[in-house]
C-alpha cells in the first residue's frame, strides 16, 4: 500500500481566508481523491484528480470553491477557498490501489472561525 | 443511485468475545467491490477488508472476515477475538468501477463506532 502525507495536519483559519492542503504520496498513482469528513459524519466524495486532466467534481462541489491542482503522478493539492464556519472538516485524500482499493492519508482537520 | 446503509451507530463488545457489524447496500450493478474501513480516534483511515462481488467466497483477514449475502445485499464484518485496538469507527464502503470512466468513485455508509470494553 501508499504512504500518504498531508500538510497542514490541522489549522484554525478566519472566514473568508483559503487554505491549501497538500496530498503527497511515495508512489506513482494515476488517480487521487479528496474527501470531506463533517464532524462525526461520514466521508463525501469531494472530486477525482487524475495526472494530465481537470479534476472531476462530485454535485454539490464547485471548482471556484475547491480547486484542485495535479502536476505530477506522486502530489496534488486542494485549496478551500472564502472560507466559512460550514467548511470546517476534516478534508482526506486518497490513492487509488491495484484492486479498485483505496488508501487514505491522515487527513486535515480544518476549523473556521 | 447507490447507498449503503449501516443500522448500528454504536456497538460494545468485551475483550477476547467477537462482534459484528452490518451493512447493506443497494445497487442495480453486478460486478462492484465491498470494503470495510476502520477509523481509530487518530483518524487514519484503514482498510480492513475487501470483497469482489463476482467471489462467492468470503473473504478473511486475519481476525476480521466478512459474510457476504449478494442476494440480499448485505456485507457483514466479523471480529473475533476482539482487542483494544479495535476500538474504532467502521465504515463500510461500495464501489462500481466505470471502465474507461474518470473515475472510481467510493460510496461510505455512516458507520459503526465499535468500542471494545477491557
Known amino acids: 500500500s501508499a504512504v500518504i502525507s498531508q500538510k497542514p495536519s490541522r489549522d484554525i483559519c478566519q472566514r473568508g481566508t483559503s487554505l491549501t492542503i497538500q496530498c503527497q504520496v511515495d508512489?506513482?498513482?494515476?488517480?487521487m481523491f479528496w474527501y470531506r469528513q463533517q464532524p462525526g459524519q461520514s466521508l463525501t466524495l469531494i472530486a477525482t484528480?487524475?495526472?494530465?486532466?481537470?479534476?472531476?467534481?462530485e454535485s454539490g462541489f464547485v471548482i471556484d470553491k475547491f480547486p484542485i491542482s495535479r502536476p505530477n503522478l506522486t502530489f496534488s493539492t486542494l485549496t478551500v477557498s472564502n472560507m466559512s464556519p460550514e467548511d470546517s472538516s476534516i478534508y482526506l485524500c486518497?490513492?487509488?490501489?491495484?484492486?479498485?482499493?483505496?488508501?487514505f492519508g491522515p487527513g486535515t482537520r480544518l476549523t473556521v472561525t | 443511485a447507490q447507498t449503503v446503509t449501516q443500522s448500528q451507530p454504536e456497538m460494545s463488545v468485551q475483550e477476547a468475545e467477537t462482534v459484528t457489524l452490518s451493512c447493506t447496500y443497494d445497487?442495480?450493478?453486478?460486478?462492484?467491490?465491498l470494503f470495510w474501513y476502520k477509523q481509530p480516534p487518530s483518524r487514519q483511515m484503514i482498510l480492513v477488508i475487501r470483497?469482489?462481488?463476482?467471489?462467492?467466497q468470503n473473504a478473511t483477514e486475519n481476525r476480521f472476515s466478512v459474510n457476504f449475502q449478494k442476494a440480499a445485499k448485505s456485507f457483514s464484518l466479523k471480529i473475533s477475538d476482539s482487542q483494544l485496538g479495535d476500538t474504532a469507527m467502521y465504515f463500510c464502503?461500495?464501489?462500481?468501477?466505470?471502465?474507461?470512466?474518470?473515475?472510481?468513485?467510493?460510496?461510505f455508509g455512516t458507520g459503526t463506532l465499535l468500542a471494545v470494553q477491557p
Open positions: 464502503a461500495f464501489m462500481n468501477p466505470l471502465y474507461g470512466g474518470a473515475t472510481n468513485k467510493l460510496i
Open positions: 470483497q469482489e462481488a463476482y467471489k462467492q
Open positions: 486518497s490513492v487509488a490501489g491495484s484492486s479498485y482499493e483505496q488508501y
Open positions: 445497487t442495480s450493478e453486478s460486478n462492484y467491490y
Open positions: 484528480a487524475n495526472q494530465g486532466s481537470e479534476a472531476t467534481y
Open positions: 508512489s506513482q498513482v494515476t488517480m
